[in-house]
């Protein structure tokens, strides 16, 4: 006599989906160093103007948009498991690189200490920053081109392990690493800076750049042992295999047997411009929070970023944005409650979310009241952004098969990336510009008013790209 017992389902893409989530907050802890100690430590050092670390922000974003055009197809190619250790190994490398851009500098310069530095005035001076600016410059060569492997294998892995009912949910888990990032750099970061510089190590900077750096070296350890492909992981049950399979077998089938697409192919296609549009209209608001947010707590409140308001300002912001983890959630809900499919309920969702960024046009002139109301008003911005990119993320694993999810979450990227590099540069000049000739706009003068403008185009965004979106892609219309 027969019996059968239905087997429980292992878990173990959640185990998969923590280690996305630990390479993202590794990779945004990373990114944040430079935005944390420039204005309060390294500029001082450099002699930097707003313009400077403008230039400095900028080519990190073209380098990182570039390639991204090729990490994608790097990552397809290489599969996730080896892709993944290269890309965190380059850029673990690039972080710790920024420790010795003090030292190349006072060496080409001529001077012996970071004292001699920040005392050096005319001809020295303006050398140093421009010297000192290249080195940096170099050093986020290599950060970004680490770096643009994060999503597409990130992306690619959830593609490999998640049902398409579930990619939304999982995206949004390990995109909340950016802000977990973001939300502990401020409280470790100038700390070490401050620390390290009091026991006369560098000028402190130097030591947070390598120990945030030394993090993404401990996370390749650990993947070569918890990664392995779905279909031949020995931890993943027949249960739990059936249910990340449960989408379609044929489809499946179909994909293995379909040849791969190539990128001429991808980028003539109308899912594809959604999509690369859609990031390229509104990434750049969460880039210039990223690495603007300090400074603009230093120029409007007066709070360097190693006072203990200044890094519970930033703290609160990034705590606000986690809000997002519900951003996920919300496509599923209405899927199971319409039916639907996943494109449509999740346009749905990020209709929603593209409403929310509107409040930004009131932060700096609540400011007047208290910087605490500016700052939950850009949390909540910043929580609208992540909830929007983790399900543009999904859009293109529910538009495009598998195979191709890496080239078109790199394309992304890429778009992300210039759009990320138009801000920064931009930026940076707006400010030096308004604050020298005095510009007035909406009431704000100087720097309050060149803030003003941006947070003006940040807040329209998202709703000018779900309008470019729904255009490209009225209905769900996957590429076969």
Sequence with gaps: MMTSVREKMTNYRWLICIMLFLATTINYLDRQCLSLTWKDFIAPEFHWSNTDYGNVAGAFAIVYAICNVFSGRIIDWLGTRKGYLWAIGIWSTGACL?????????????VHSAAELIGATGDVAAMASMVSVYFFLAARVVLAAGESGNFPSAVKVTAEYFPKRDRAFATSIFNAGSTIGALIAPLCVPTLAAFFKRNGVGNGWEMSFVIIGLLGFIWMGLWVFIYKPMRTNRHVNSAERAYILSDSDEESKEEDKAPKMTLSQVIRLRQTWAIVLGKFLTDGVWWFFLFWTPAYISDIYGYTSDTFMAQM????????????????????????????????????????????????????????????????????????????????????????????????????????????????????????????????????????????????????????????????????????
């Design 313 to 480: 300002l930033i703290f609160v912001l990034y705590a606000i944005t986690m809000l997002s983890l519900y951003g996920g959630k919300l496509p599923t809900i209405f899927i199971n409650r319409t039916g639907k499919d996943a494109y449509s309920c999740r346009m749905r969702a990020m209709l929603i979310f593209a409403l929310f960024p509107l409040l930004g046009l009131a932060a700096q002139p609540l400011g007047s009241v208290s910087c605490w109301i500016t700052i939950i008003l850009i949390g909540i911005v910043g929580a609208a952004h992540q909830s929007w990119s983790a399900n543009l993320y999904s859009v293109g694993s529910d538009l495009f098969p598998k195979r191709a999810v890496a080239t078109i979450t790199g394309l992304n990227g890429m778009a992300g990336g210039v759009s990320s590099f138009l801000i920064n540069m931009l930026s940076g000049r707006l400010i030096d510009w308004a604050d020298a000739g005095k510009v007035m706009f909406l009431g704000f003068q100087g720097k309050e008013a060149a803030y003003m403008m941006i947070f003006c185009y940040c807040s329209v965004a998202y709703l000018v790209g779900w309008t470019v979106m729904k255009t490209l892609v009225p209905k769900y219309n996957p590429v076969k």
């Design 98 to 110: 920024h420790a010795v851009c003090g030292w190349a500098t006072e060496h080409v310069v001529g």
